[in-house]
Structures are given as structure tokens and as C-alpha cells.
């Protein structure tokens, strides 16, 4: 990626949340048709974003020195949900911090935020994860184009680690520790959850 300018850099980003939230959109849209629960799909990608935005924070943040490039390219996918609104909320206003204050966070304090965030947003996980995971279930099982399940999950992820391998390379600077952060927190935020759901066989055979 180094060879790219960071504009370069940030619309191939822009493509992939594209269409990882077109992916979701879709996936949202036939989980209320044959589940007949009605709901705005945007609080799905909401989640998503959240999520997202952690995923994005642990790599500023894995090499101790969150930059202005990396902090301009984060807020660029704070579109449908806020990570850092939600913190607030969920801690009934006592955590009321703008991303500036979160780049000026000594590393200890954004270690223990990073560390928490699972836990934080795990109810938002499994609100994102199970209906997508129904969908993706089912048409493993009766679409008419060859899946397995996990195969659209999958795709979003990749979407994630590509957004996030992109922001480990604004700086010029990408290291081992912002990729690997990366993946671990994809994997505490979003894979874990499928990835358990699927290996129980909770889903049924996806017509409930």
C-alpha cells in the first residue's frame, strides 16, 4: 500500500465499508422479510460502525502514538454510530470524551479502553451477529448459489481487515503490532461471536 497517496488510500477504505454496508443492508433487509420484524436497517450499520471505529482505535493505538493522519481517517467512518456516544451512554455520561481527547490519551488509559471494549459493545455484537448469521445460515442451506455458513460474515470481515490494514499504512508507517491488533479485535468483537454461534449449531435450520 505504500505506493498509493493517502487519498488513494482512504477511497479504496471508502469502497470496502461500501460494501461491507451493502452486504449488511441486503442481509438485514431478508432477515426482517422471512423473521416479519420490522426495524430501520441503519441501527444495524450503526453496529457495525461501532464496531468498526474499535477496530480502527486498536490499530491508531497499537504503536502508542495515535497521528493526525490516523485520527482523520478514523472519523471518516463515523457515519451511522459512534463509538465514542455509545461509551457515553453506557456509562451514563461519566466517559464523555471526543476523538481529539482520545488521541491525546496517555497509552496506559487507552490500553485499559481498548481492553474493556469487548465487553463494552458485546451486547451490540451479538445484536449485529445473530440476524445476519440466521441469514447466512439459511441461504447456506437454500439459496441457490453453493455457500457454507460464515461465507457472508467472512466477506464483511475481510472488508474490516482490509479498512483497518489501510490505516495501519496512512502514517507510512504500517508495523506487525497495528495488523495484529487488528485482527484481534475483529476477532473479540465480531468473529468470535459467529464463530461460536455456528460451532453449537444454535441456528436451527435457518427457517426460524
Not at 416479519?36 to 444495524?44: A, G, I, K, M, S
Not at 471518516?76 to 456516544?85: A, D, P, R, W
Request: hydrophobic content about 40%; some cysteine.
Amino acid at each position: 500500500m505504500g505506493e498509493l497517496s493517502r487519498q488513494d488510500m482512504l477511497d479504496k477504505a471508502a469502497l470496502a465499508y461500501e460494501h461491507a454496508s451493502a452486504m449488511i443492508y441486503s442481509m438485514d433487509k431478508v432477515f426482517q422479510r422471512f423473521s416479519n420484524v420490522e426495524y430501520d436497517p441503519n441501527l444495524t450499520l450503526a453496529q457495525f460502525d461501532l464496531i468498526l471505529q474499535g477496530v480502527l482505535l486498536s490499530v491508531a493505538c497499537a504503536d502508542g502514538i495515535f497521528v493526525p493522519e490516523e485520527l482523520d481517517f478514523l472519523k471518516q467512518f463515523v457515519i451511522h454510530g459512534n463509538l465514542l456516544e455509545y461509551i457515553k451512554k453506557d456509562s451514563d455520561g461519566t466517559v464523555d470524551l471526543s476523538w481529539e481527547d482520545v488521541a491525546e490519551l496517555p497509552p496506559e488509559t487507552t490500553d485499559e479502553l481498548l481492553r474493556m471494549l469487548p465487553l463494552i459493545l458485546d451486547s451490540q455484537c451479538q445484536s449485529l451477529i445473530i440476524p445476519l448469521l440466521k441469514v447466512d445460515y439459511s441461504y447456506s442451506k437454500h439459496g441457490a448459489v453453493e455457500t457454507t455458513p460464515g461465507d457472508f460474515l467472512k466477506e464483511i470481515e475481510k472488508d474490516m481487515i482490509y479498512i483497518a490494514s489501510t490505516l495501519a499504512f496512512v502514517d507510512c508507517e504500517g508495523t506487525d503490532e497495528e495488523l495484529n491488533a487488528a485482527a484481534k479485535m475483529i476477532f473479540e468483537l465480531e468473529g468470535k461471536h459467529w464463530r461460536t454461534v455456528l460451532s453449537g449449531n444454535a441456528l436451527g435450520d435457518g427457517n426460524s
